[in-house]
């Protein structure tokens, strides 16, 4: 099993900025496709970002893309999440999530793609 714990969250005005990070244990990371999503007040749980194993490959949602950067150290065991320009209604619970035995290549948008998952954290964006 694999625990994930988020960290990096809080609040911050528009326009400002973030960055998530979280912190894997247990297995071999390395081998962990990952993704970030986040459910804001009222909503379904949406996929934000997702990295392929060896950093090579990354996929945004449409609304965070030239916003936020993700990026992982495998040596750390840690993927990240940069959040940059902040705006409200990215006011969200950001969850980080792995996939164990995926596809060296692949991005994972969907979160039935994912077997574990931390607790969250979360970020509110004021305007």
């Known amino acids: 099993q694999v625990h994930l714990v988020e960290s990096g969250g809080g609040l911050v005005q528009a326009g400002g900025s973030l960055q998530l990070s979280c912190a894997a244990s247990?297995?071999?990371?390395?081998?962990?496709?990952m993704g970030w999503f986040r459910q804001g007040p009222g909503k379904e749980r949406e996929f934000v970002s997702g990295?392929?194993?060896?950093?090579?490959?990354?996929d945004y949602v449409d609304s965070v893309k030239g916003r936020f950067t993700i990026s992982r150290d495998n040596a750390k065991t840690t993927v990240y999440l940069r959040m940059n320009s902040l705006k409200p209604e990215d006011t969200a619970v950001y969850y980080c999530?792995?996939?164990?035995?995926?596809?060296?290549?692949?991005?994972?948008?969907?979160?039935?793609?994912?077997?574990?998952w931390g607790q969250g954290t979360q970020v509110t964006v004021s305007s």
């Open positions: 247990g297995g071999t990371f390395s081998t962990y496709n």
């Open positions: 999530a792995a996939r164990r035995l995926g596809n060296f290549f692949t991005v994972y948008r969907n979160a039935i793609n994912y077997s574990d």
């Open positions: 990295i392929s194993q060896n950093g090579g490959r990354t």
